[in-house]
């Protein structure tokens, strides 16, 4: 009967320890749906305005700009980097994109001008990254300065307007009753998603996040992605660049500042590690939604500019505080 015994208590006490592991694995990976559905449901109650459809769509638009930036961010940190440049290449694209407008070169050349002028930004960072082994803080952090600073030089620190009512009718119009930069932005999330998980650009950028020498062993040309990532990084954002000109019918040399916080805090809520080799565009997408309603709920809840710069900073360190105890878990 002794060894029965033994065998029932061992049971009895794996039961406990396989129903907190399936729970933690659930909230490692749903977590963050859950702490959205959790905000907003705070919100509807401390505001009405919050759960009417007209500002559900609002909340959509604001979070789909730096959703298309946020999900090239989920590429470049999955793989081990960061872009801190990705709000500078947002206005240097769109500077071209918005002056090649004006002067009446049509739409499929400005557009092209601009997504070209993106990705060309994002293949010099990964080029200088990975042909001068440089650190891609320094280097992000050096293009973050030179290209703002060309944005400026471009039209001599003067913003572009009147854009063609086409353009915006495009890119910023909606289809039916859903704003087609929603449209874009779910299109963009979808497309990386399956790239991230099914590809071999995926399967490439999570073996080099995981460890570049041993995906350079394993035959993986390390150079060679990490240039195309940093160059997709680039061309999301000016892709940002051209839907955000189409809403503002205008562009800013000042446009896109601090638009990498917002995207690092999205792919780092969402999930993706910091330490490079997990990544997921689902979680970005949630985690750029998340911002949205937490910038939209403090406006509707007339919270201070100042304190919601506060409370955004203090959202980015916690995510961080996350990431690192899942990792150690």
Known sequence: MKPQTVHSERDSLAWPRRTAQILANLMSRYGIVLALMLMCLALSLLSPIFIRPQNLLNVLLQASINMIIAVGMTLVITQGGIDLSVG?????????????LVKEYGLPVAITAGLLTGTLCGWLNGALITFLNLPPFIVTLGTLSAYRGLALIYNSGRPIFG?????????????????????????VAIIFAIALRYTRLGEYTIAIGGSEEAAHLSGVPVRRYKIAVYAISGLLSGLAATVLAARLSAMDPT????????AIAATVIGGTSLSGGVGTVFGTVVGALLMSVLRNGMNLLNVQSYYQQLIIGVVIILAVIVDRLRKKS
């Not at 240097?92 to 994109?97: P, R």
């Not at 909606?174 to 932005?185: D, E």
């Open 255 to 262: 446009a896109g500042a601090l638009y990498e916080l917002d």
């Open 163 to 187: 854009l063609p009512p086409e353009f915006n009718q495009l890119l910023a119009s909606s289809l039916g009753p859903v704003p087609r930069p929603v449209i874009i932005a779910l299109a």
């Open 88 to 100: 500078s290449i947002v206005a240097l694209s769109g500077m071209i994109t918005a002056d090649l």
